[in-house]
T-cell receptor
Framework: GEDVEQSLFLSVREGDSSVINCTYT??????LYWYKQEPGAGLQLLTY???NMDMKQDQRLTVLLNKKDKHLSLRIADTQTGDSAIYFC??????????????WGAGTKLIIKP | EAGVTQSPTHLIKTRGQQATLRCSPI?????VYWYQQALGLGLQFLLW???????NRGNFPPRFSGRQFPNYSSELNVNALELEDSALYLC?????????????????FGPGTRLLVL
């Protein structure tokens, strides 16, 4: 299919690690993104990874890419209440006219338990 | 640098009416993307404009239309509103990248217009 798939909800305890998973469909996608949407706000780019990388780390965020399985994950270490948000995965897909389009997952709502 | 702005922030309409939503991209950005985010659903791609032209369109009926002005701002028009059009409409802007630029284009999002159809 054409969908980028994510679980709709993830609940973790404050201080634990959160792992948000995503599967995409186009093996030729060169970039994969994670965006964050806080309540009442637009989307904010968190990080992206190029398809020739397996891992990218940025402070508390770690992105893992399994290109063979077309699986992307976002790990948030030491999850804080401020991490409560919806996290969107997106793949950059090439269109027939050589332009690119971002294909989005439905978003995973991260719920932090005290 | 000012971010992407959208107006109005909220809009209430009744079935059958028309809604017009506006977006101003970040200065220097030529691309504007429109998305619909219905309650509990992800982002559904609506339209992409670049350099004043419609570049791509999502799987929405023709009553969803828009345009991009010479200053790269954009309007989204929704005609014959239906109840299920109630959603958050997000606009994003981006800079058209050349093939030689290695970093990916990034879409910068506005805060959205929340449309309620009664």
């Amino acid at each position: 299919g054409e969908d980028v798939e994510q679980s709709l909800f993830l609940s973790v305890r404050e201080g634990d690690s959160s792992v948000i998973n995503c599967t995409y469909t186009d093996s030729s996608s060169t970039y994969l993104y994670w965006y964050k949407q806080e309540p009442g706000a637009g989307l904010q780019l968190l990080t992206y990874i190029f398809s020739n990388m397996d891992m990218k780390q940025d402070q508390r965020l770690t992105v893992l890419l399994n290109k063979k399985d077309k699986h992307l994950s976002l790990r948030i270490a030491d999850t804080q209440t401020g991490d409560s948000a919806i996290y969107f995965c997106a793949e950059r897909r090439r269109l027939m006219d050589s332009n690119y389009q971002l294909i989005w997952g439905a978003g995973t709502k991260l719920i932090i338990k005290p | 640098e000012a971010g992407v702005t959208q107006s109005p922030t909220h809009l209430i309409k009744t079935r059958g009416q028309q809604a017009t939503l506006r977006c101003s991209p970040i200065s220097g950005h030529t691309s504007v993307y429109w998305y619909q985010q219905a309650l509990g659903l992800g982002l559904q791609f609506l339209l992409w404009y670049d350099e004043g032209e419609e570049r791509n369109r999502g799987n929405f009926p023709p009553r969803f239309s828009g345009r991009q002005f010479p200053n790269y701002s954009s309007e989204l028009n929704v005609n014959a509103l239906e109840l299920e059009d109630s959603a958050l409409y997000l606009c994003a802007s981006g800079r058209r990248r050349t093939r030689l630029e290695l970093r990916p284009e990034t879409q910068y999002f506005g805060p959205g217009t929340r449309l309620l159809v009664l």
